[in-house]
């Protein structure tokens, strides 16, 4: 569901326990899509209560004829959904975390420009204790950027969960408030409002745009993005 408030879209997709099939991937997609159309300035992306994102719907994958085929599918839609995110060059975008994130879902929540957590949750930003996946949705290009590459390294191969103060600290979020939701929706809002009312709006638009474009000639999303497909094609 969506909603707006002034110069700010509030996108929520509560999907049961954080996973995204590659139907409601698509799903969400379009709706993001959408949401990037309308005149607003700021597109908050609010997930659910419980949980925002846990990344590909393992139940789904394994229900289906073809495990591998349904994984290939699923990581493509949710790495089409990140890309669409990322490269979102209309608006400032925020993911704000009310509930826990996992794997391809804290990722997800890196292509926002901003991202915020309620104090209680907790981000599990590692993919290998599912069989050792390697992982996609441009962790390897989100993670280094927000913590640098020594700190992704660790954090990918400690496989330990994260509380938003920690996550914070590291630099994986930008501000948390808590614990009760009214706090942490009281962040949101007055965040995005300075946001969508600030001077600097067009500039701070205008130097995201430049920051994408000079890390596109330095390397390519899709060439993340293929490497990354690679080692999880092996997986699958």
């Given at each position: 569901r969506y909603q707006e408030s002034g110069a700010v879209g509030y996108l929520h997709f509560d999907f049961y326990n954080g996973a995204l099939s590659t139907a409601q991937c698509e799903r969400l997609r379009t709706a993001y899509l959408q949401a990037r159309r309308r005149p607003t300035r700021i597109i908050v992306l609010m997930g659910g209560p419980d949980f925002w994102c846990n990344?590909?719907?393992?139940?789904?994958?394994?229900?289906?004829?073809?495990?591998?085929?349904?994984s290939w599918a699923n990581i493509n839609a949710i790495d089409d959904l990140a890309r669409d995110i990322l490269t979102t060059d209309t608006h400032l975008t925020i993911a704000a975390l009310q509930?826990?994130?996992?794997?391809?879902?804290?990722?997800?929540?890196l292509a926002a420009d901003s991202v915020l957590a309620r104090s209680g949750v907790v981000l599990n930003p590692?993919?290998?204790?599912?069989g050792n996946l390697y992982g996609s949705e441009y962790w390897t290009y989100l993670l280094p950027r927000r913590v640098g590459a020594e700190q992704a390294r660790a954090i990918m191969t400690r496989r330990l969960p994260l509380g938003a103060p920690e996550a914070?600290?590291?630099?994986?979020?930008?501000?948390?408030?808590?614990?009760?939701?009214?706090?942490?929706?009281?962040?949101?809002?007055?965040?995005?409002?300075?946001?969508?009312?600030?001077?600097?709006?067009t500039q701070a638009l205008a130097e995201k745009c430049a920051r994408r474009a000079r890390?596109?000639?330095?390397?390519?999303?899709?060439?993340?993005?293929?490497?990354?497909?690679?080692?999880?094609r092996m997986n699958f």
């Open positions: 990344g590909m719907h393992l139940h789904c994958i394994e229900a289906a004829d073809s495990a591998a085929d349904a509930g826990n994130a996992a794997a391809g879902g804290v990722f997800l929540a590692h993919y290998r204790s599912m914070y600290a590291l630099g994986l979020i930008d501000e948390h408030a808590g614990p009760d939701e009214v706090r942490f929706r009281a962040l949101v809002d007055a965040y995005a409002a300075r946001l969508a009312q600030s001077d600097r709006f890390d596109e000639h330095e390397r390519a999303l899709a060439h993340y993005r293929a490497e990354e497909l690679e080692r999880m």
